[in-house]
């Protein structure tokens, strides 16, 4: 019989691999093409002096490794909260509309992981369990 502690930390888990496999699918379209990203910078990142497809790339990059770290269930906390603020902000830029509530509900996802933290399923879980069996020794 499954226990209920058990389907609570898969939803955990599931929750997480969600959140990274959007993030992933996201990154990896803006690295493959980029200038079709571009439309959605702000005005403001042009006074950073970098071309739009180079913002775009950045912006690829930081959530493909993002997802990555999420989906393996590393820094969990830490990243769940940089992917809540992330989103977020990607809401506020894009201003109230369908896409600005999607991405708020995947923003209040993101902090929903930060807020649980590792779940049985994450490689911080096994690094902490581990480090406890190593530590009787």
Request: charged letters at 10%; hydrophobic letters at 50%.
């Amino acid at each position: 019989m499954v226990h209920r502690d058990e389907i609570r930390n898969l939803g955990h888990a599931l929750l997480r691999l969600g959140i990274g496999i959007v993030l992933l699918w996201f990154g990896f379209s803006q690295l493959k093409n980029p200038a079709s990203w571009t439309r959605l910078l702000p005005e403001f990142t042009q006074a950073f002096g970098f071309a739009p497809t180079s913002l775009i790339y950045i912006n690829g990059i930081f959530e493909v490794t993002l997802a990555i770290l999420l989906i393996t269930g590393l820094l969990t906390r830490l990243v769940g909260f940089i992917a809540g603020v992330h989103i977020l902000y990607i809401a506020y830029l894009l201003g109230y509309g369908p896409t600005a509530v999607r991405d708020l509900g995947l923003a209040l996802a993101a902090f929903s992981v930060a807020l649980h933290g590792a779940d049985d399923y994450c490689l911080d879980h096994l690094a902490q369990s581990t480090h406890r069996v190593f530590s009787n020794f």
